[in-house]
């Protein structure tokens, strides 16, 4: 049972939320004009980000995500990301995780996939 588990998707640009929990920033590249204070992250992980090619192809297209969130899956499963996926897994067993992506439609980005994944 998962009962103090959950799993959710913010944009590192916002502003922290007490009920946030750990926070974790996914983004392979950090992001752009924020500093290290103000993001208040507790960890940046971005072994479990998608690969340059994959990321530069998907461009955040709305129609290709479909095709990049099986493409990302299938990345998760190579040893390195998939040891990141685990811990991110272990991080969420026990308290709030809040996956932090710089992208504007996180609603499309790989944090919500690693949502789907560890929700």
């Keep these: 049972m998962t009962a103090g588990r959950k799993v959710q998707v913010r ?3 916002d502003d922290p939320e007490r009920e946030d ?7 392979r590249i950090w ?4 500093t290290k204070a103000k993001a208040e992250l507790d960890e940046w ?22 095709e990049f ?3 990302y899956r299938e990345e998760l499963t190579e040893p390195q990301r998939a040891d990141a996926l685990e811990h991110l897994r272990g991080l969420a067993t026990d308290r ?9 439609a996180a609603d499309i980005s790989e944090a919500a996939v690693l949502v789907e994944l560890l929700g």
Excluded at 31 to 34: A, T, Y
Excluded at 53 to 59: I, N
């Design 21 to 27: 929990g750990t926070r974790v920033l996914v983004d």
């Design 31 to 34: 992001p752009r004009g924020m």
């Design 69 to 71: 969130t099986r493409r």
């Design 96 to 104: 709030t995780l809040t996956l932090l992506t710089a992208s504007k």
């Design 11 to 13: 944009r590192v640009y």
């Design 45 to 66: 992980c971005k072994e479990v980000a998608p690969s340059t090619e994959l990321r530069t192809w998907y461009a955040h297209d709305p129609a290709r995500f479909a």
